[in-house]
């Protein structure tokens, strides 16, 4: 019913920046927190960050002043700005949503394939 589609990542050296993008399509009727999780090679899944539908913004202490989540309401689309990449960024980077498919449903969850960013010289 919906797809959420990242992309924007790839091989960066350390001190670099990448922006990730997820858009979302199919059956929106809205959307409302968006946010980008993480797993790392060992590691559990993680939240990044989150946005809610108003533009309300929470990150994980680790990224804070260096990562910024955004969003465009009208292109259904999640965007991360990661900046001053380090190693320990490296991940693979998953997008979610959750949307409500109609005037009644409920907001049910939605993720992407995930996007990987590694970070390394």
């Known amino acids: 019913q919906v797809q959420l589609v990242e992309s924007g990542g790839g091989l960066v050296q350390p001190g670099g920046s990448l922006r990730l993008s997820c858009a979302a399509s199919g059956r929106i009727f809205s959307i409302h927190d968006m946010a980008w999780h993480r797993q790392g090679p060992g590691k559990q899944r993680e939240l990044v960050a989150r946005i809610g539908s108003g533009g309300s913004t929470n990150y994980v202490d680790s990224v804070k002043g260096r990562f910024t989540i955004s969003r465009d309401n009208a292109k259904n689309t999640v965007y991360l700005q990661i900046n001053s990449l380090k190693p320990e960024d490296t991940a693979v980077y998953y997008c979610?949503?959750?949307?409500?498919?109609?005037?009644?449903?409920?907001?049910?969850?939605?993720w992407g394939q995930g996007t990987q960013v590694t970070v390394s010289s």
């Open positions: 979610y949503a959750a949307v409500m498919t109609g005037a009644s449903s409920f907001n049910n969850p939605y």
